[in-house]
């Protein structure tokens, strides 16, 4: 394999990729052999994801190398380095034996992404506690469900959010035994304690306790797209899933300045945010700031990021903009961009090529997944709107149910089923949290069933299809929306779109479309009429959109997805369902 010259074409920076050959490496892949990218606690003691992350580079040659360089929003830059996490990490465990949590207890954090949130993950995990996030703009009601449900022993969080969104609840939360600020220096009551005070008043000496891999290490809410959130349970063998997707699917290098754009309130955050770039000894940027197009090309720019993860919303946004973007910023040291959570548009793929001179790694997985699943590779083809292909090491089919128990796969190219994976990946989930019966209604006949839609080309891409939530059954067709919204996404004037299915007398349900415009472009019936005609030209009369509707933005989740369920209930008049992870502003 000449990979400099997959270098050249990948956009330039002299390394080989990891992952050079997809169908050699798949097929000369184990788990058993992969561990070899871990550590392991000294002693044979388990497996314990923070001292992957950190402990094992800060006892070796990476101790001085930059881990997290943290970009606040006002503009400050903290540098920490694998040495600095150590000891602030067995700071946080120490304040955590201190306070009477031990292994298993929820610590659930709440704030946004300052420094302490990643020290509090990283305590949580060596203290054999289980790290608990939550989105930071979460309101009271998410965020007391969360808590009650996941019987959070200790919360860390700022002094406003504990004020605003948990004192008062505080009766109700019988779990909740103690409060950390991240942003008072004094403690304010028995119970209510300044993180600072407790972090400088223990010992920045702390050993692991043996770790099983199977021990609960975060539980993770799903982002509500399709109704209520559930609690994904995860243990530390998940590292290991971290560190063999980082490396292919991610393309993670040592020296790499890696930018995961996800907050850790969402499995990305975590995964990729945290736990990944870290386990590979890599710095890893965290923006504390939200979307911004300018600070964005500004940090890829600045920081010299050299591996970047981000999301369609994102893209789309940055899509909606009239400028060239090379024209202003240098993004010269990007050599790999990969995005995740939403279909990548093919439109969103080639606008990567045109604008960044990027190709846009799409890649596929889910909270319960805990890792990618299906990628597209830096050293491999991309076929613009797929998800790529199955990570080695990963199985995955189409199937389709014969009845309740059993499934069978189907393996003739571009037939639409359920996308399926064989259990047994490092970071399956464990279970949903007090849900047992819906974890196991997951697995059928020996297979994960994700819930989504896909199929699989003859050359074993995966491409999405859509949620089974969301599929569209109108005049005898199945149709899937993205198929429906990429088509529409086509046309200059179309920013975003979400296509749902109307109830509809004579054909079942009738595709309808809504549509939000890029700059420059205003609603009109004249409008409406050209996009009905450039969604029938493009897909046929029986998929096209029969109906399309302007609407400024569309209703998304806060993690970016947007909620069609929630388009679906504001065109019937239906009750809304659970809102607590819609975006708001
Ligand atoms: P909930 O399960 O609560 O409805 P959710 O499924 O949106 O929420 P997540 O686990 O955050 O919660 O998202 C995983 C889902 O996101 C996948 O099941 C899939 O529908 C979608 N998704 C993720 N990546 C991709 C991708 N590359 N292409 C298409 N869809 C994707
Ligand atoms: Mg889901």
Known sequence: MDWKAISKSTGAWPVPPNLLNYKETRASFSWKDAWQLLDGLPQNRGLNIAHEAVDRHANGGRRDHLAIRWLGKQGEVFDFTYGDLKQLSNRFANVLQKLGVGKGDKVFVLCGRIPDLYIAALGTWKNGSVFCPLFSAFGPEPIFQRLRRGEG?????????????????????????????????????????????????????????????????????????????????????????????????????????????????WVTGTSYGIIAPLTLGVTNIIDEAGFDADRWYHILDEQKVTVWYTAPTAIRRLMRLEFDPLAQYDLSHLRFVASVGEPLNPEAVVWGQEVLHKTIHDNWWQTETGGIMIANYAAEEVRPGSMGRPLPGIQAAIVRRIDDKHVEQITRPHVDGELALKPGWPSMFRGYLHEEARYQKCFVDGWYISGDLAMQDEDGYFWFVGRADDIIKTAGHMVGPFEVESALMEHPAVAEA?????????IGELVKAFVALN??????????????????????????????????????????????????AWELGLPEGDISTLEED
Not at 498 to 506: A, C, D, M, Q, R
């Open 153 to 265: 022993k200790l919360l860390v969080t700022t002094e406003r959010q504990y004020a605003q969104k948990v004192a008062q609840q505080r009766p109700n939360l019988p779990h909740l035994q103690t409060i950390l600020l991240t942003d008072v220096y004094e403690n304010i009551s028995e119970d209510v304690l300044a993180l600072s005070e407790q972090m400088t008043a223990v010992s920045d000496q702390f050993t692991i306790p043996p770790t099983d891999p199977e021990d609960v290490a975060t539980i993770h809410f799903t982002s509500g797209t399709t109704g209520m959130p559930k609690g994904a349970i995860h243990v530390h063998n998940a590292v290991l899933t971290h560190a063999v997707t980082a490396r292919y699917a991610l393309d993670l290098h040592p020296e790499d300045v890696f930018w995961c754009t996800a907050d850790p309130g």
């Open 519 to 568: 700059p420059g472009y205003e609603p009109s019936s004249k409008l409406n009429l050209e996009l009905l005609g450039f969604g029938r030209q493009k897909l046929g009369s029986a998929v096209a959109p029969k109906e399309i509707e302007f609407k400024q933005d569309l209703p998304k989740t806060r993690s970016g997805k947007i909620m069609r369920r929630l388009l679906k």
């Open 498 to 506: 979400g296509v749902i299915g109307k109830p509809n007398p004579v």
